[in-house]
């Protein structure tokens, strides 16, 4: 018998070898059993940071995943997802959709299946926990902002005490409503990000294994799999706000005004003019993503090449001239990059001046049109100010400089998964036919066929 690491012997195979060392029996998720207050509170994961605070972890410390979680759950999931958006667009071609007494055309134009599109929906169905929770820490929020004014009122003479304790405990309460459900929509949202990069992941690799060697590049398909994935799981914390963030907005806009009057329309309305730059921006970072997402793809094939043939290259002297190469495509690169980061800081410098230009442009027309300045309209027009800064300014204009690049991205992995696979024909159950094992006799077979 043979000993394991652990110094438990190992059962032998047939012909005296040891067996394979069996998978480390993991314990059960933590998640499954949590309670309601563990999940708010996240205790359920307390057990293993204690450990790992003792001593180093183990991989059999490690608790077994979730089916929801795994690889092969995902791949599943999200190739049923695409299956799906396939029939739908077959099913809707050629229907007619105009009025009952027109002439139907008659052929009416195919519709195009979208990843895009699929992608987007299915993560609106599927979180609307963390929708919920993000609705109640906007709710918390403009909470917050009225008892801070409200409470400011209190200090001043002949104000009653008890008021002050009541609206100081309406903001702390606020707050912790605020700490929890932040805290939970966001840990909701990146959980769906991680199972929709851990889909595409795997749909990316189970794609390359039925992929001739030379039908596409390989520095692409590791371009597609280390960059473009992961821009799911960057934007899935910030894409809800694309939706409810004009929303809170609105209800900002009515609570301002009703606070501190029609002034506060004008700083408003000075946002509104910040907006189209953003979009602007946004539309160039789709472009810029676009180009550099092929400028990489040729560089890291040109990389793959020189590894994969250095000897050759080598033995004929070919080295300065790849790197030539390498540097010039690396340069195009930096380049668009470097683009990218202007326009990124140009962003976030309207970000930064936003609040205080809309403050002084809003206490300006209220005291030119003859109002009074409270220490509760000023801290209340803040914190609404800054809510709008936040929400906005900054997470809307994030989600959507993110959902351009995912734009670009699911693009890039649609053309990957629509690319014809290398089929043998006539095979059937594991048997060979139609081709001898040098691989002739295959032919292409386009995966919609």
Request: positive net charge.
């Amino acid at each position: 018998m043979a000993t394991g690491g652990d110094g438990r012997e190992a059962p032998e195979a047939e012909g005296g070898a040891a067996a394979p060392p069996a998978a480390p029996l993991r314990p059960a998720p933590a998640l499954e059993g949590a309670s309601v207050v563990s999940r708010l509170l996240f205790t359920w994961a307390y057990p293993l940071l204690k450990l790992g605070r003792t001593r180093p972890l183990l991989e059999s410390d490690l608790p077994a995943l979730l089916e929801a979680d795994t690889s092969a759950y995902n791949r599943r999931y999200f190739e049923e997802l695409w299956e799906g958006e396939k029939e739908r667009t077959r099913a809707r071609t050629g229907r007619w959709k105009g009025p009952a007494s027109a002439a139907v055309p008659a052929a009416a134009p195919p519709l195009i299946p979208r990843l895009d599109r699929a992608v987007f929906v299915d993560y609106f169905r599927q979180t609307w926990d963390a929708q919920a929770w993000l609705v109640l820490s906007m709710a918390a929020r403009l909470g917050q902002s009225l008892s801070l004014g409200l409470l400011i009122e209190q200090f001043s003479a002949g104000s009653d005490a008890r008021m002050g304790y009541a609206w100081a405990g309406c903001l702390v309460g606020t707050g912790l409503v605020f700490l929890v459900a932040k805290q939970s929509q966001f840990f909701a949202t990146i959980r769906k990000g991680m199972t929709m990069r851990l889909g595409l992941l795997a749909a990316i690799y189970s794609k390359s294994l039925r992929l001739g060697a030379s039908s596409i590049p390989s520095g692409r398909v590791v371009n597609l799999a280390s960059n473009d994935v992961e821009r799911y799981q960057t934007a899935s914390a910030l894409v809800v706000y694309f939706i409810y963030a004009p929303l809170e907005a609105a209800v900002v806009l009515a609570v301002g005004i009703t606070v501190v009057g029609g002034a506060f329309a004008a700083g408003f309305g000075l946002l509104l003019l910040f907006l189209p730059v953003q979009f602007h921006l946004a539309r160039r970072f789709a472009s810029l993503r676009s180009g550099t997402a092929t400028v990489t793809d040729g560089r890291v094939g040109l990389v793959g090449q020189a590894v994969q043939g250095c000897r050759v290259m080598k033995m004929h002297g070919w080295e300065g001239s790849f790197g030539g190469r390498i540097a010039e495509v690396r340069a195009q690169e930096m380049g668009r990059i470097v683009a990218a980061s202007r326009y990124r800081s140009i962003n976030e410098a309207i970000q930064f001046s936003y609040a205080a230009v809309v403050a002084a442009v809003t206490f300006s027309v209220h005291v030119w049109a003859g109002g009074e300045l409270t220490s509760r309209m000023v801290f209340t027009a803040f914190s609404l100010i800054y809510i709008l800064q936040m929400s906005l300014v900054k997470i809307f204009s994030q989600s959507v400089m993110y959902l351009s690049e995912c734009y670009v991205s699911s693009r890039r992995i649609q053309t990957f998964l629509e690319t014809p696979e290398l089929r043998r024909p006539g095979r059937r159950s594991g048997t060979r036919r139609g081709g001898d094992g040098d691989g002739r006799g295959r032919r292409w077979i386009h995966p919609s066929n």
